[in-house]
């Protein structure tokens, strides 16, 4: 279960829309309540829930797009498999273009994930197998950082034009990496305005939660060189001399500014 410090941590960034936990479930979820409501796609219950405050859970029948592929609830569709969709949404300039992301696209073991249960951060009562976030550029600066402050993991993003919640919702826990996209770049969330654009989705899986909280606890939000006061100042030059000092024992010349 989430810690209350972790709740604190995510709930002191300050994000427009707050950060939500995820949980993939086998069979039906127990004390939690189904959505109820307009049928939508799965990356608008991921906002449903940021504007709601609610937890809840939803199964395939409740997907109006395609999450519910990318979780293996349901198999590829042919039509859309074959790449007439994507030819036919102008989004590729064959099929044959389209059909390669069906062959590449990540999805979590078939029959495994029957319902997702949604909550935000704040109210979380379950340990999340993904927690996601909606940023703005700052925001998404400290998040990112925490991603590798501890182990120095690089950051990438893989995404598709289509069909990016596989990226979001199944790519991260397939693989224990963090994925971000940015909104206004993707059609379905494009589509059907789920976020303005210019904003940071950020995927984090459980393999990362607990070293992205620690690191949140841990790392200056403001790194050194972006704070304006004396004693920082003070401190940079202090460490910025000591690397002239090594260059001078190991023979090298030193450029950072």
């Given at each position: 279960?989430?810690?209350?410090?972790?709740?604190?941590?995510?709930?002191?960034?300050?994000?427009?829309?707050?950060?939500?936990?995820?949980?993939y479930?086998?069979?039906?979820?127990?004390?939690v309540?189904?959505?109820?409501?307009?049928?939508?796609?799965?990356?608008?219950?991921?906002?449903?829930?940021?504007?709601?405050?609610?937890?809840?859970?939803?199964?395939?029948?409740?997907?109006?797009?395609?999450?519910?592929?990318?979780?293996?609830?349901?198999?590829?569709?042919?039509?859309?498999?074959?790449?007439?969709?994507?030819?036919?949404?102008?989004?590729?300039?064959?099929?044959?273009?389209?059909?390669q992301?069906?062959?590449k696209?990540?999805?979590?073991v078939?029959?495994?994930?029957?319902?997702?249960?949604?909550?935000?951060?704040?109210?979380c009562?379950?340990?999340?197998?993904?927690?996601?976030?909606?940023?703005?550029?700052?925001?998404?600066?400290i998040?990112?950082?925490?991603?590798?402050?501890?182990?120095?993991?690089?950051?990438?993003?893989?995404?598709?034009?289509?069909?990016?919640?596989a990226?979001?919702?199944?790519?991260?826990?397939?693989?224990?990496?963090?994925n971000?996209?940015?909104?206004?770049?993707?059609?379905?969330?494009?589509?059907?305005?789920?976020?303005?654009?210019?904003?940071?989705?950020?995927?984090?899986?459980?393999?990362?939660?607990d070293?992205?909280?620690?690191a949140?606890?841990?790392?200056?939000?403001?790194?050194?060189?972006?704070?304006?006061?004396?004693?920082?100042?003070?401190?940079?030059?202090?460490?910025?001399?000591?690397?002239?000092?090594?260059?001078?024992?190991?023979?090298?010349?030193?450029?950072?500014?």
């Amino acid at each position: 279960m989430l810690s209350d410090k972790a709740k604190e941590l995510f709930s002191k960034l300050g994000m427009e829309y707050p950060a939500i936990a995820i949980k993939y479930h086998a069979v039906r979820p127990r004390n939690v309540s189904p959505y109820e409501g307009e049928k939508l796609a799965f990356c608008q219950y991921v906002k449903h829930a940021q504007i709601s405050g609610s937890t809840f859970y939803i199964s395939k029948s409740d997907d109006a797009c395609y999450g519910k592929m990318a979780l293996g609830m349901i198999p590829k569709p042919p039509v859309t498999a074959c790449g007439q969709a994507g030819f036919d949404f102008e989004i590729y300039r064959s099929p044959i273009a389209n059909q390669q992301l069906y062959q590449k696209l990540p999805v979590l073991v078939p029959g495994t994930v029957n319902y997702v249960q949604f909550a935000t951060v704040e109210s979380c009562d379950f340990d999340p197998d993904l927690i996601i976030c909606v940023a703005d550029l700052p925001q998404a600066d400290i998040i990112m950082r925490a991603t590798s402050y501890i182990t120095g993991d690089l950051w990438e993003s893989k995404s598709s034009p289509v069909i990016s919640c596989a990226w979001m919702y199944a790519y991260p826990v397939i693989s224990g990496k963090v994925n971000h996209i940015t909104t206004g770049f993707y059609h379905g969330l494009k589509r059907r305005k789920a976020y303005p654009a210019g904003l940071r989705m950020i995927a984090i899986p459980y393999q990362k939660i607990d070293e992205v909280v620690t690191a949140l606890g841990q790392m200056p939000w403001t790194p050194i060189a972006f704070r304006d006061d004396e004693e920082s100042r003070a401190e940079l030059a202090r460490r910025m001399e000591n690397w002239r000092t090594m260059a001078e024992e190991l023979d090298c010349e030193i450029d950072l500014r």
